[in-house]
């Protein structure tokens, strides 16, 4: 059974910082792509960052430059650096394994992450 756990969120001020973790089970985590994606309130669930097999990243424009993507195969664990948070980083951030060759993709249940301004 493959199960994604993420936990880490928060309230944190403006400008302040918090780290995301997802540990993941069930899954050979080192043939995945990882990624995070985020969810405000009345909005479309949306694509934050990915860290690929080969260690390769990529980020939504919105978090270049603020937020980290990375992952610990040893751990079966993958983290989100999120560094000069604002008030619209508030959201559900949801893990997402995804096995490209098959196309299956597994979804953790989201943790919350609230930024006051």
């Known amino acids: 059974q493959v199960q994604l756990v993420e936990s880490g969120g928060g309230l944190v001020q403006a400008g302040g910082s918090l780290r995301l973790s997802c540990v993941a089970s069930?899954?050979?985590?080192?043939?995945?792509?990882m990624s995070w994606y985020r969810q405000a309130a009345g909005k479309q669930r949306e694509f934050v960052a990915r860290?690929?097999?080969?260690?390769?990243?990529a980020y939504a424009d919105s978090v270049k430059g603020r937020f980290t993507i990375s992952g610990d195969n040893t751990k079966n664990t993958v983290y989100l650096q999120m560094n000069s948070l604002k008030p619209e980083d508030t959201a559900i951030y949801y893990c997402?394994?995804?096995?490209?060759?098959?196309?299956?993709?597994?979804w953790g249940q989201g943790t919350q992450v609230t930024v006051s301004s």
């Open positions: 997402q394994a995804h096995y490209a060759i098959f196309s299956l993709a597994y």
């Open positions: 069930g899954i050979t985590f080192s043939l995945y792509d």
């Open positions: 860290v690929y097999p080969s260690s390769t990243t």
